[in-house]
């Protein structure tokens, strides 16, 4: 008897999904909680499992169907596995018999691959049927894709040739997270009074800090200690002084939050996420380190749920990483101010009547001037700046 697949249940912030990728075709034998599908929503990507070991019999909705939260989107049938490619079983069993070896025709398109894959496919333009996959089951992985790209070409083999003048274009659609990261950020600049204001921090007291007790750190805490710990307590302490800029704007209320969820922006294969570390008044300097390492990996893999991104008050973005040297970072609604950290590089700076050479990182702040004024936002990053430039008044509480 034949079971209905539902979409698994939605947040209220996320309003429907996408079917991604089936990962198992209509007949195909499926194991219990093998992903048979991937729904892409505008924050995650969520894996619809198998029920128990059988088949599907009926795919509701294809690849690039829009569904809602816990609408069907296929039939699946218990124990039908055994009979569900008898002509190809049969076959195999004559083969086996005749002492050749099963041959398995592959038909895979780009369409049945993860989104990772089938994003790593579509830009370097090769077929799924061209890649040896070593996953489970056969499948491509990310790695097969950039090593069959590594791989020499056959010496019997004509490059294609582009003539001179020639311009190509190569079109490929959007992700839903793309669409959606592009509406917010729109929206951010038409519906917001934003404006941005600059500073900059001599990074010398964190940096020596951490040299002298990162290894002690990483030793008690299992953790490496980055900078990114020190800018979120001194973001928080900071909101603790200025709470308009933990604040944020509903119609036509402001509401002040009582606490200090901080978003930390994170670039991942499918667009930049921005995952949150909840009551970071509360967090150890270790705790934040290990929220981020571990929010990163999530990113990487692909495994940043819904929760992870809902909420935060406010949000701190690293465009140093990339070697970034100064930019304005768009707010994150309904948020009212953004932090954003640049490269350190090291300047000359007069000190007491005298030129040092520093380490410098220019901090841009941008917040919504309809709640925030400039007197409250210069301030907020003054206060920031302070507080890393003598680390110890913020070990200190001080």
């Given amino acids: 008897m034949a079971t209905e697949i539902k979409a698994p249940v939605f947040p209220e912030s996320v309003a429907d999904g996408t079917i991604a990728t089936w990962h198992k075709k209509v007949g ?3 194991s219990r ?55 190809a079983v049969e076959q195999a069993v004559a083969q086996t018999q005749a002492g050749a070896a099963p041959v398995v025709e592959r038909t895979e398109t780009v369409s049945d691959q993860a989104p990772a894959v089938r994003k790593a496919l579509t830009e370097s333009g090769i077929a799924a049927t061209d890649v040896q996959g ?28 582009v003539a001179v003048g020639e311009r190509i274009e190569k079109r490929v659609p959007m992700t839903r997270l793309r669409k959606r990261v592009a509406e917010r950020l729109l929206a951010a600049t038409q519906q917001t009074a934003m404006l941005t204001t600059f500073n900059e921090v001599n990074m010398k007291p964190v940096m020596e800090m951490r040299k002298q007790y990162k290894d002690i750190f990483e030793k008690r805490h299992g953790a490496r200690l980055g900078f990114m710990s020190f800018f979120v307590k001194a973001v928080t302490e900071a909101l603790k002084r200025y709470p ?9 209320d402001i509401v002040y939050h009582g606490y200090y969820d901080i978003g930390v922006a994170v670039s991942s294969e499918r667009g930049l996420v ?26 990487r893999d692909g495994k940043l749920a819904i929760e992870d991104m809902t909420g935060g008050t406010f949000t701190i973005t690293n465009g140093g990483t990339f070697g970034s040297l100064l ?72």
């Fill in 134 to 161: 070593t996953g489970r089951g056969g499948r491509i992985t990310k790695e097969d894709v950039a090593n069959h790209q590594a791989k020499p070409a056959a010496a019997n083999v004509t490059p294609l040739s």
């Fill in 327 to 398: 930019s304005t970072p768009i707010l994150n609604q309904p948020q009212t101010g953004i932090l954003g950290m640049h490269k350190i590089q090291e300047r000359p700076m007069a000190v007491n009547g005298q030129v040092e050479i520093l380490p410098m990182m220019y901090l841009a702040l941008s917040y919504d001037h309809r709640m925030i004024d400039g007197k409250e936002a210069v301030g907020f990053l003054v206060t920031i700046k302070e507080l890393l430039e003598e680390p110890a008044k913020l070990i200190l509480d001080l």
């Fill in 33 to 87: 909680d093998e992903v048979i599908c991937d729904i892409e929503t505008d924050k995650v990507v969520l894996e619809v499992v198998a029920p128990a070991d059988g088949s599907l019999v009926a795919i509701v909705k294809g690849e690039g169907d829009t569904v809602l939260s816990s609408e069907v989107i296929a039939q699946f049938e218990a124990g039908a596995a055994a009979a569900a490619a008898p002509a």
């Fill in 28 to 30: 195909e034998p499926v």
């Fill in 274 to 299: 921005v995952p949150v570390l909840r009551d970071t008044d509360r967090m150890s300097y270790a705790e934040v380190e290990n929220g981020i390492r571990d929010f990163a990996y999530k990113a």
């Fill in 244 to 252: 308009a800029v933990n604040a944020s704007i509903d119609g036509d």
